[in-house]
């Protein structure tokens, strides 16, 4: 499992930007969108060593669990912003089809950012395991310490 955070240097998260060819040319919003990640890959760069694309493979499923924390309530829709982290992580020659997770959202005008916690498969199965068998303990001693009473 990998974790990092990526700082909105002040501002909200960018959303994903859907667009035509066209507009890749004169949209400034799609220019800004395309900027946000490269500064999500550059950072990922700079906390790992390498770029996403050759960390992350081809056709392997990941989980991809993001808190995001908004300036304000002036945001784009916490679905897109989980998206275009999709989107900028794995990118061509990746594929983001095979990316599931969650995102959450809250509210720190003080330090907005991302935080993101990436799993594989086999992680996220033995997370949900260790949950299961923590749930089970918590319960056993629940019951033993009522039964003491």
């Known amino acids: 499992m990998i974790k990092f955070t990526i700082p909105t240097q002040g501002y909200n998260a960018v959303p994903y930007k859907r667009t035509t060819q066209k ?4 949209d400034k919003s799609y220019k800004r969108y395309s900027q946000w990640k490269s500064y999500i890959n550059t950072l ?17 499923k990941y989980y991809m669990d ?12 916490s679905d ?20 599931a997770g969650s995102f959450d959202f809250f ?6 950012r991302i935080e993101v916690e990436i799993c594989t498969e086999e992680e996220k199965q033995q997370l949900e395991l260790k949950r299961w ?14 039964e003491l009473l």
């Open 44 to 60: 990922f760069r700079q906390e790992f060593g390498i770029y996403p694309r050759n960390y992350f493979r081809k056709n392997k």
């Open 23 to 26: 507009q890749k040319f004169i």
């Open 107 to 112: 509210y720190d005008k003080d330090n907005p």
């Open 133 to 146: 068998q923590d749930r089970q303990n918590a319960e056993f001693i629940a019951k033993e310490f009522k």
């Open 66 to 77: 993001i808190k995001i924390y908004f300036k304000n309530y002036a945001h784009g829709d």
């Open 80 to 99: 897109n912003v989980f998206k275009g982290v999709a989107d900028s992580l794995f990118a061509h020659p990746l594929n983001d089809k095979s990316i």
